[in-house]
Nanobody, 124 residues
Framework: HVQLVESGGGSVQAGGSLRLSCTAS????????MGWFRQTSKNEREGVAV???????RSSNAVRGRFAISKDDAKVTLYLDMNNLKPEDTAKYYC???????????????????WGQGTQVTVS
């Protein structure tokens, strides 16, 4: 069983920055695909970015160039550095993981077996 715990959310003004962290525990391997999804007030879950076991990264068009995903295998921690935040980035952000490859359809929520409890990001 894998547990994911997010931290680092909060409120920020447009143009500001935040760093989200996700600490994993349990049967998580460095080869796992891990990433971030977000859910807006419209209850739509959107894939934000993922990072594969070999370090390959993918991100959505909405955040590319502004957000960066990284991980520290030694600390089993995933990060999302968010810069130039916009009001439309306001959402609850979830850390996700799967033992499978990230795959070409990495943005599909059902691909991920494990989800954190989420952390709120509000941009005004």
């Amino acid at each position: 069983h894998v547990q994911l715990v997010e931290s680092g959310g909060g409120s920020v003004q447009a143009g500001g920055s935040l760093r989200l962290s996700c600490t994993a525990s349990g049967s998580i391997r460095s080869s796992s695909c891990m990433g971030w999804f977000r859910q807006t007030s419209k209850n739509e879950r959107e894939g934000v970015a993922v990072i594969a076991g070999d370090g390959v990264r993918r991100s959505s068009n909405a955040v590319r160039g502004r957000f960066a995903i990284s991980k520290d295998d030694a600390k089993v921690t995933l990060y999302l550095d968010m810069n130039n935040l916009k009001p439309e980035d306001t959402a609850k952000y979830y850390c996700v993981a799967t033992s499978r490859n990230c795959g070409n359809n990495w943005w599909v929520p059902s691909r991920y077996d494990y989800w954190g409890q989420g952390t709120q990001v509000t941009v005004s």
